[in-house]
């Protein structure tokens, strides 16, 4: 799939920490730099050293127009890609907050358009996204898919009504499992270690439960019961956890429903 790619040409507007990630995992994946055109006006030396054509234009019908730019610039930098518009350059956005809607104004309705919500994982190999298309971008969805994986996993969504709710838990989420591990190193200072052991445990503890959660083929709800001795140490800490009005469940309830409400919010 990705051989369209490297015939065709993939325009990157915008190379952050996530177009960064994007562009490592499909040059890693084989496509060659040079079927790559990046627009980036604050390039890293990577960049400007990885063989892709820097600030030099756009080819006239690339295969695909990933849109990597912060929601709040897709305004300004959408112009530059609307001679693409309605044709059979397919349009890749992982911006949050902007909506197909604006994408089709912008460069017309018969324009071919995935929309995906990856995460910050995906620096590692390690995302998850989520895609949806409109009409037009529905035969491109197997292209995306194949182009996001090279960042982790995909999932395909039941249309873009569920996009707000995918970044509420998974876009947004690795700052809620960072903000975990800060909460937890606080607690072991309370109790009398160190900043830099509380650290190193909380950080040492959250990857490796991450990771056996990824590895186990059993639910999260029985790998906490593995853990828990009844009337142990874990059941007293999670019998404050789990308390249906004061313990995690419903503090996340309402920190995810912030965050897809912004996302709506957003997209207005």
């Keep these: 799939m990705l051989d369209k790619v490297s015939r065709e040409g993939l325009v990157l507007l915008g190379c952050g920490k996530m177009g960064t990630a994007l562009l490592t995992g499909w040059l890693s994946a084989g496509v060659p730099a040079s079927s790559v055109w990046v627009i980036e006006p604050n390039p890293t030396d990577w960049l400007k050293a990885s063989g892709?054509?820097?600030?030099?234009?756009?080819?006239?019908?690339?295969?695909?127009?990933?849109?990597?730019?912060?929601?709040?610039?897709?305004?300004?930098?959408?112009?530059?890609?609307?001679?693409?518009?309605?044709?059979?350059?397919?349009?890749?956005?992982i911006a949050a907050g902007t909506s197909i809607a604006a994408f089709e104004a912008a460069l017309g309705d018969r324009t071919p358009i995935v929309r995906t919500m990856p995460n910050t994982p995906a620096m590692v190999g390690r995302g998850i996204t989520g895609i949806?298309?409109?009409?037009?971008?529905?035969?491109?969805?197997?292209?995306?898919?194949?182009?996001?994986?090279?960042?982790?996993?995909?999932?395909?969504?039941?249309?873009?009504?569920?996009?707000?709710?995918?970044?509420?838990?998974?876009?947004?989420?690795?700052?809620?499992?960072?903000?975990?591990?800060?909460?937890?190193?606080?607690?072991?200072?309370?109790l009398g270690l160190s900043p830099e052991v509380a650290m190193k445990l909380a950080r040492a503890t959250v990857c490796g439960a991450g990771e056996l959660a990824y590895?186990?083929?059993?639910?999260?709800?029985?790998?906490?019961?593995?853990?828990?001795?009844?009337?142990?140490?874990?059941?007293?800490?999670?019998?404050?956890?789990?308390?249906?009005?004061?313990?995690?469940?419903?503090?996340?309830?309402?920190?995810?429903?912030?965050?897809?409400?912004?996302?709506?919010?957003?997209?207005?």
């Design 132 to 190: 949806c298309a409109n009409v037009a971008g529905q035969s491109g969805l197997p292209l995306a898919k194949a182009l996001m994986l090279a960042v982790g996993e995909v999932i395909e969504l039941d249309g873009e009504h569920q996009i707000d709710a995918v970044t509420a838990i998974s876009g947004s989420g690795p700052a809620y499992v960072f903000h975990l591990i800060e909460a937890m190193a606080a607690a072991g200072v309370a």
């Design 215 to 268: 590895r186990s083929p059993e639910p999260a709800a029985q790998l906490r019961i593995n853990v828990t001795s009844p009337g142990g140490t874990t059941a007293a800490a999670l019998a404050h956890l789990m308390d249906p009005a004061t313990g995690l469940p419903p503090l996340m309830a309402r920190a995810a429903h912030a965050a897809a409400e912004r996302g709506r919010e957003l997209g207005k």
């Design 52 to 93: 892709v054509h820097l600030n030099e234009g756009i080819p006239s019908a690339p295969a695909v127009a990933l849109l990597a730019v912060k929601p709040q610039m897709m305004g300004a930098a959408l112009p530059s890609l609307q001679a693409l518009g309605n044709g059979t350059t397919l349009f890749i956005s």
